[in-house]
Nanobody, 115 residues
Framework: QVQLVESGGGLVQPGGSLRLSCAAS????????MRWYRQAPGKQRELVAA???????NYADSVKGRFTISRDNVKNTMYLQMNGLKPEDTAHYYC?????????WGQGTQVTVSS
């Protein structure tokens, strides 16, 4: 059974930092491209950051220079280090694991940036 479990969300003040984690089980983690998405109320889900099986990364323009995606293929875990958080980063953050054959989602973790 495939499971993706996100953690690390919470309430943080503007300018603060959080680190999200996505722990995977039931898949051969190292071969999967991994992605973080987010969805704010009333908005479409958007891609925040991605990391390939080889470690190449991509970011949405809105988070470049502030967020860093990484993965640990020994721990089967992906991370999103978020610095310089802004109120517009408030959203439910989801992790996704994908290959050309399959795509899996976690339940997400809420990030709220507010003073």
């Amino acid at each position: 059974q495939v499971q993706l479990v996100e953690s690390g969300g919470g309430l943080v003040q503007p300018g603060g930092s959080l680190r999200l984690s996505c722990a995977a089980s039931g898949i051969r983690f190292s071969i999967y491209a991994m992605r973080w998405y987010r969805q704010a109320p009333g908005k479409q889900r958007e891609l925040v950051a991605a990391i390939t099986s080889g470690g190449s990364t991509n970011y949405a323009d809105s988070v470049k220079g502030r967020f860093t995606i990484s993965r640990d293929n020994v721990k089967n875990t992906m991370y999103l280090q978020m610095n310089g958080l802004k109120p517009e980063d408030t959203a439910h953050y989801y992790c996704n694991a994908g290959t050309v054959m399959a795509s899996y989602w976690g339940q997400g973790t809420q990030v709220t940036v507010s003073s």
